[in-house]
């Protein structure tokens, strides 16, 4: 069956950096985009970013532009999502997900992932 697996996740402070991985099994890893959600406490789960299946294009929530960047290695069945100049706002939980829409533009909507990671715990503190 398909299995998305996050690591990476952690405590640290405002300012510092974390990448966080997602390794995926079960599926053909190259025909699905993929993407990073996260949930704060109390909140919904909400866009982070996302790659097309080749890596060629990339999407990210206003939120979060400029600060990280994903990628993906499709040779190791590997996704990824650098984390840079973290906030407090950052803190949650990381959710990877595989869609497997073959879009112009990967998809930044929950309801297009069909396959979903148990998440890592990411927190920032000031």
């Known amino acids: 069956q398909v299995q998305l697996v996050e690591s990476g996740g952690g405590l640290v402070q405002a300012g510092d950096s974390l990448r966080l991985s997602c390794a995926a099994s079960?599926?053909?890893?190259?025909?699905?985009?993929m993407g990073w959600f996260r949930q704060a406490p109390g909140k919904a789960r909400e866009f982070v970013a996302s790659?097309?299946?080749?890596?060629?294009?990339?999407n990210y929530a206003d939120s979060v532009k400029g600060r990280f960047t994903i990628s993906r290695a499709n040779a190791k069945n590997a996704l990824y999502l650098q984390m840079n100049s973290l906030k407090p706002e950052d803190t949650a939980v990381y959710y990877c997900?595989?869609?497997w829409g073959w879009g112009p533009r990967p998809s930044e909507s929950l309801g297009e992932y069909d396959y979903w990671g148990q998440g890592t715990q990411v927190t920032v503190s000031s």
């Open positions: 997900a595989a869609d």
């Open positions: 079960g599926l053909t890893f190259s025909n699905y985009a």
């Open positions: 790659i097309s299946q080749n890596g060629s294009s990339t």
